[in-house]
């Protein structure tokens, strides 16, 4: 899985241990039986070579040019990772890295509206906030305000994907719920069609951005690969 793959998408796939926070962590946190563990394995083979490498490559900073599109390799990245979760039947694994590949195309989208949010914030500190906290943060807790904001710039349904995200989020740590409880999704089919959902509209949104930032052949390759895989879902 790692042959082929060069140094910058390496890098994209998190740096500081996002991968090991993201892949290893959530593994260890979900209980699975032999089967599905035996997947998790090989996941974990395949990506330990990219996972070594990707701590030692920290992203731009906020402040550069090229932060926006770093951000949107990073989701296609996380989103690819998603559907080779979910072809596994992990679908909390699969929950988590889908909802980082929305994450940093919000990421992505207030750094390129960065200075027109500064214009529709009420105060000062709002704004000083979303240039050194929300935008190389994006807090969970503040991702419905932030989309919210959004919205106000002319994107519409931003807030609707991002509500989706956080269901994800919740069902990663809780799984299926039928009680509705502490998950929104009461089986795993439902969290894996929510899946597809969210991959697919990370897709529209890397569509829609990719002409404000450099997208280069690494991107173009990524991008080609998400989409290709989305076309095989059933």
Not at 28 to 48: K, R, W
Not at 69 to 91: C, Q, Y
Request: charged fraction near 25%; hydrophobic fraction near 45%.
């Amino acid at each position: 899985m790692t042959r082929g793959v060069s140094m910058a998408t390496l890098c994209l796939l998190g740096p500081s241990g996002w991968v090991l926070s993201g892949v290893f962590s959530l593994i260890s946190a979900v209980a699975v039986d032999a089967l599905l563990e035996e997947a998790v394995t090989h996941i974990y083979h395949s990506l330990y070579l990219a996972v070594e490498q990707a701590i030692e490559c920290p992203l731009p900073k906020p402040s550069s040019a090229d932060y926006a599109s770093a951000r949107i390799l990073e989701a296609l990245v996380e989103a690819r990772l998603a559907l080779e979760f979910l072809k596994r039947g992990l679908t909390r694994n699969a929950a988590g890295k889908a909802f980082q590949a929305w994450r940093a195309v919000l990421a992505a989208l207030l750094k390129l509206e960065l200075e027109r949010l500064k214009a529709v914030a009420k105060t000062g500190e709002v704004r000083r906030w979303l240039e050194e906290k929300a935008m190389p943060r994006v807090p969970t807790t503040k991702m419905i305000p932030l989309s919210q904001m959004l919205e106000q710039l002319g994107y519409e349904d931003v807030a609707y994907i991002t509500d989706r995200a956080l269901n994800l989020h919740d069902y990663q740590y809780h799984g299926p719920d039928p009680d509705m409880a502490l998950s929104k999704y009461r089986t795993r089919e439902e969290a894996a069609a929510a899946v597809k959902s969210l991959v697919k509209a990370v897709i529209r949104y890397i569509e829609r951005l990719k002409s404000g930032v450099a997208w280069t052949e690494e991107h173009e390759r990524a991008y080609k690969a998400l989409v290709e895989e989305v076309g095989g879902l059933r």
